[in-house]
């Protein structure tokens, strides 16, 4: 009786949406978008590490100072090469100079003080390795008359072996080094 006096009761439904495609849609997306980013890998500086052997000492090595070049760059990223003022620009010649002089002997000694900037930093990182690089396609063309770049792994390990990056680096806090 109570039924019919307030009427019949209605079976509300709430709208849905079809989502059966989304998941489609989401994933074609995703596809889309790792094919289309680029994924540059970030390159660091590539030195080569004294290997770990906990047997041996570390003895001092003594280098003359004509297969020496010792850099400095200071808080405010000046650079300094044996103790003088020097532009970037020129530390390729320098830095091709002691190698080519001191053949494997030679030594690259850089000292960075903690607060200069990354900039200058790299900047002579960038010389330094275009030294080498110059050194090394100059050796391999004339050993194999081919640049550095198109010789084969083993060709490449005798440039390398011929020409190796010697570098020694130091960081200067305030109070001394580091």
Do not use: W
Not at 49 to 62: H, M, V, Y
């Amino acid at each position: 009786m109570f039924g019919s006096m307030f009427g019949r009761k209605r079976d509300h439904r709430v709208p849905g949406l079809n989502t059966t495609s989304t998941a489609d849609i989401s994933f074609m997306l995703l596809i889309f978008f790792l094919v289309t980013t680029s994924m540059d890998a970030d390159k660091g500086i590539t030195r080569e590490l004294p290997p770990i052997d906990k047997k041996s000492e570390n003895t001092p090595t003594n280098v003359s100072n004509d297969k020496t070049l010792r850099l400095h760059i200071d808080n405010d990223g000046r650079l300094f090469c044996n103790d003088r003022p020097m532009d970037v620009s020129s530390l390729k010649d320098s830095v091709e100079n002691v190698v080519n002089r001191g053949g494997k002997e030679h030594v690259i000694q850089l000292r960075t003080e903690r607060n200069a900037s990354y900039d200058s930093y790299f900047h002579v990182q960038n010389e330094i390795v275009a030294a080498y690089n110059d050194i090394r396609n100059q050796k391999a063309e004339q050993a194999y008359g081919e640049p550095y770049e198109e010789l084969n792994e083993e060709q490449k390990e005798t440039i390398v072996k011929a020409v190796p990056q010697r570098i020694s680096e130091t960081y200067v806090e305030e109070g001394g080094e580091q």
